[in-house]
C-alpha cells in the first residue's frame, strides 16, 4: 500500500514503489458537486477563493464526504450551507474521478431542481458571491479559453450527455427545453 509521507486534516500523500519508480499518490474522502437549476434552466453558481488556482473561481456547489455520510446526504447539506436553497428533486448525473494521475478523489455529480430558501450562504466569509447564469454563457467562456472550474465543466457535459440532443449532437436545445 506504500509509505505515508504525509497526514493531514483533509488528504493524505502516500508513496508506491511501482516498476517505473516512485509514484505519489494524495488520497481524499471523496466529494460532491451539485448542478442546482432554477426555473429558468440556469445554474447556480457559486464565486469562491481557490488557494490552488491562486484566485476566486465561479463554480457549482461543492463539498467534501464527512466520515460515513452517503453521496446525497453530503450534496443536500453542502446546498444549503454553500447557498441557503433547498431542492425538492435530486437525481444523480454520474460519477468521476478528479484527477487520477495522482489523487483518488471520487467525484460524486448531483442535479437539484424544484430550489426553495433565501439564496443566503450560510457559511460566511467561504463564498463570496451567488448567482444564476446560462449555462451556455458558462460553456462559451470556457470555450474562449477561459480557465474553467473542472466539476462545473464536468457536470454540464454530464447534464447534455444525459438529456441533451442524440449521440453525437451539439445542440444545447436541452438549455431551451429548462427554461
Not at 29 to 56: D, K, M, S, T
Not at 143 to 154: F, I, R, V, W, Y
Not at 161 to 174: A, D, E, M, P, V
Request: a negative charge; aromatic letters at 8%; charged letters at 30%.
Amino acid at each position: 500500500m506504500g509509505e505515508y509521507v504525509f497526514r493531514g486534516r483533509l488528504i493524505s500523500v502516500r508513496v508506491e514503489e511501482t516498476e517505473r519508480g516512485p509514484r505519489e499518490v494524495v488520497e481524499h474522502p471523496g466529494a460532491v458537486a451539485i448542478l442546482a437549476l432554477n426555473e429558468r434552466g440556469e445554474v447556480l453558481l457559486v464565486r469562491q477563493h481557490r488557494y490552488g488556482a491562486g484566485r476566486a473561481l465561479w463554480e457549482i456547489p461543492a463539498g467534501t464526504l464527512e466520515p460515513g455520510e452517503s453521496p446525497l446526504r453530503c450534496a443536500q447539506r453542502e446546498l444549503w450551507e454553500e447557498t441557503g436553497l433547498r431542492a425538492r428533486r435530486w437525481r444523480k448525473l454520474g460519477t468521476f474521478y478528479t484527477s487520477p494521475g495522482i489523487l483518488n478523489e471520487l467525484m460524486h455529480l448531483f442535479l437539484a431542481e424544484g430550489l426553495e430558501g433565501d439564496l443566503e450562504p450560510q457559511l460566511k466569509g467561504e463564498i463570496a458571491e451567488l448567482c444564476f447564469r446560462d449555462p451556455r454563457d458558462v460553456l462559451e467562456e470556457a470555450a474562449q479559453g477561459e480557465p474553467g472550474d473542472g466539476k462545473t465543466l464536468a457536470a454540464l457535459a454530464f447534464l447534455l450527455s444525459r438529456f441533451g440532443g442524440g449521440k453525437g449532437s451539439t445542440s444545447l436545445s436541452l438549455f431551451e427545453d429548462l427554461r
